[in-house]
């Protein structure tokens, strides 16, 4: 039978949580860096390399020389794409909203429900 103590099931978990946070570590600085728009594609490639030869090292480098600008690189990129989403449910709320009580407008004129002058004063109000 194998011994297992607590001590080794200790020293397992801590094992894996530093693996673990050494794989974010580097997911994050390799999104990082090919975020970033003023590295050449030679340079990126020699990070790669560096990051991938010797991990540890290559992390601790790359934090050191670069890491002032993740959280700058990061947060720009948060905002270009909260601007985009926010522009794009603008638009979709407000084309379709127009665009379907138009067309309601129109299905009430042409059953008959609506009256020239009404559904001329429905659509400016609309469009207005």
Do not use: C
């Given at each position: 039978?194998?011994?297992?103590?607590?001590?080794?099931?200790?020293?397992?978990?801590?094992?894996?949580?530093?693996?673990?946070?050494?794989?974010?570590?580097?997911?994050?600085?390799?999104?990082?860096?090919?975020?970033?728009k003023?590295?050449?594609?030679?340079?990126?490639?020699?990070?790669?390399?560096?990051?991938?030869?010797?991990?540890l090292?290559?992390?601790?480098?790359?934090?050191?020389?670069?890491?002032?600008?993740?959280?700058?690189?990061?947060?720009?990129?948060?905002?270009?794409?909260?601007?985009?989403?926010?522009?794009?449910?603008?638009?979709?709320?407000?084309?379709?909203?127009?665009?379907?009580?138009?067309?309601?407008?129109?299905?009430?004129?042409?059953?008959?429900?609506?009256?020239?002058?009404?559904?001329?004063?429905?659509?400016?109000?609309?469009l207005?």
């Amino acid at each position: 039978m194998v011994a297992f103590s607590i001590w080794n099931a200790i020293w397992v978990v801590f094992v894996a949580y530093v693996f673990i946070s050494i794989l974010i570590l580097l997911f994050l600085v390799l999104l990082d860096l090919f975020r970033d728009k003023h590295v050449g594609g030679f340079a990126k490639f020699l990070w790669v390399v560096l990051l991938l030869v010797v991990p540890l090292l290559g992390l601790l480098i790359y934090v050191l020389a670069r890491g002032h600008g993740m959280s700058e690189r990061s947060a720009r990129q948060n905002a270009d794409a909260e601007q985009a989403y926010e522009a794009q449910v603008r638009e979709a709320a407000v084309g379709k909203g127009l665009a379907s009580e138009l067309q309601k407008a129109s299905d009430m004129h042409a059953a008959g429900t609506l009256s020239d002058d009404e559904f001329a004063a429905l659509k400016t109000r609309i469009l207005a």
